[in-house]
């Protein structure tokens, strides 16, 4: 259950309203890797945040790009509502075995928690197998539509928005290939792909308004 997140010393304890799960799963650091090994949590519960990438920073109270690749909790259904997050009750499925984040959260004193964000994230590397056929695919993927080479024409000066839309239009179209070819090879693995993959070029796009 969402209970008593109180930091030592403290005799103030956690409301249980759920507020913070609904905002968002936590990302994954290498104190969390024992979750993963011990199959508490499976690639099919993790999304990527890939470098650059736009995510939002509670540092800085804003979306940015990322500093780092990390690995996060996914979100329920379409809502950023943790995936282990339980409406009715307010309650954890995972409580007793939750992530570092999670259980340093205090929403009315964050300093545990802001100490360590963006330190020791998990990456995709740091879980799969050397000799994953997949990791090919993960770097073909990265030196195609790198979200270096998207902010690069987000930020690009003195261009027609037409030309970014139709340039931004074939970067979508190489992830969306990348992700075709993983399912045709690997429909084992289909509930990994956010996971391998981060999410959809064409998503992470849609709130800039372009036609993609």
């Known amino acids: 259950m969402i209970v008593h997140h109180a930091q030592e010393n403290s005799a103030v304890q956690c409301r249980g309203c759920g507020t913070c799960c609904r905002q968002g799963g936590p990302a994954m650091h290498l104190e969390d890797l024992c979750l993963i090994e011990q199959g508490i949590m499976g690639f099919r519960e993790l999304v990527t945040i890939r470098r650059d990438e736009p995510a939002y920073n509670p540092c800085h109270e804003k979306v940015m790009p990322s500093a780092s690749e990390f690995i996060k909790v996914k979100g329920r259904g379409k809502s950023w509502s943790c995936l282990f997050f339980e409406d009715n009750g307010n309650s954890c499925s995972v409580y007793q075995n939750r992530p570092l984040e999670c259980r340093l959260l205090f929403c009315r004193d964050t300093g545990q928690l802001t100490k360590i964000i963006g330190e020791d994230l998990l ?17 073909r993927h990265e030196q195609e539509c790198s979200y270096g080479l998207v902010n690069n024409l987000l930020t690009e000066e003195n261009q027609v928005r037409d030309d970014i839309e139709a340039r931004l239009t074939v970067l979508v179209g190489r992830d969306l290939a990348v992700r075709d070819g993983f399912l045709r090879s690997f429909p084992g693995r289909r509930d990994e792909e956010l996971f391998l993959f981060g999410r959809p070029l064409f998503l992470v796009l849609a709130p800039y308004g372009f036609r993609l």
């Open 123 to 139: 990456s995709r590397r740091a879980l799969l197998a050397k000799d994953d056929p997949v990791l090919d695919l993960i770097e």
